[in-house]
């Protein structure tokens, strides 16, 4: 059924949105085939997270963690954790959430990598009570990530880490956020799949790969030897009709105990005809 609705509808570009509002609206299909058409709410944070934890449930585990660096007024953070109770129900795995964020909106900053001609200190600024006041599980880790996520480990014993969403805007947080990837193998799986909110941009904007995220991800990967971030490349294969899911990357940790723990299907070989 949803083959067909994909091939009818999917493909001619004005009836593109029309069919994806309803497939989430009617939840048509499975939950797994709205996930992988991003016809939910979102969707961009239900795909890494999904896969995160199906990636995790092969690896043997039944907890998972899930991060937000950016909470800004907490929709997203809200959104993750309704996300994260319905991955739990089809999977049968326990996921905990937790948003990182200032608090006080973005910190002032000298760095032409910052973008400053497009980002203003001040911005998204969150209200803490009434946002505790929305969330039922999700726990905000308040502070700016230089010194939170040094403690982070410590104070929370996170289960292994399965998907991570940026959002932090500046070149300068999400290059001190990418130190979440030195946290001990146990508390992360060897693979993490991530969502970056500004690696596309606008004309005013003008994300590119000296500036903003892009730039902190190029540094991350020349500075690293055994831990990288790479592109999802099958997504552009699959011709999505979500544009956040070309926003999506996974981090790999070459040296992790379980990297080359195999979860591929068993059946992969083909009988010569």
Not at 108 to 113: K, L
Not at 230 to 237: E, K, Q, T
């Amino acid at each position: 059924m949803m083959k067909k609705l994909s091939k009818l509808f999917l493909e001619p570009a004005p009836f593109k949105n029309f069919a994806l509002r309803n497939i989430a609206r009617y939840k048509l299909g499975s939950f797994e085939q709205r996930v992988n058409l991003g016809a939910m709410p979102y969707a961009h944070y239900a795909y890494p997270l999904y896969q995160g934890a199906k990636l995790a449930k092969r690896l043997g585990h039944t907890r998972i963690s899930t991060i937000e660096f950016g909470v800004a007024g907490g929709n997203g953070l809200v959104a993750l954790e309704k996300i994260a109770r319905d991955i739990e129900k089809e999977l049968g795995m326990t996921i905990d959430v937790y948003g990182f964020d200032l608090s006080e909106g973005l910190p002032r900053s000298t760095d032409y990598r910052d973008a400053l001609y497009f980002w203003k200190a001040g911005f998204f600024k969150m209200d803490v009570s009434a946002l505790k006041g929305r969330l039922s599980k999700a726990k905000l880790v308040l502070g700016d990530v230089k010194d939170t996520i040094p403690t982070f480990a410590k104070e929370h014993d996170p289960a292994p880490i399965a998907a991570v969403m940026f959002d932090l805007d500046y070149y300068s947080s999400t290059r001190d956020a990418f130190k979440i990837f030195d946290i001990e193998d146990k508390h992360i799986l060897p693979r993490v799949f991530i969502y970056f909110d500004d690696v596309m941009g606008t004309e005013e904007c003008l994300v590119g790969d000296f500036t903003g995220q892009r730039a902190a991800i190029n540094e991350f990967n020349d500075t690293n030897d055994h831990k990288k971030i790479d592109m999802l490349h099958f997504i552009f294969a699959r011709r999505i009709p979500n544009e956040k899911y070309y926003r999506m990357r996974a981090f790999h940790h070459f040296k992790h105990p379980d990297y080359n723990a195999f979860i591929g299907p068993e059946n992969q070989e083909q009988a010569l005809r």
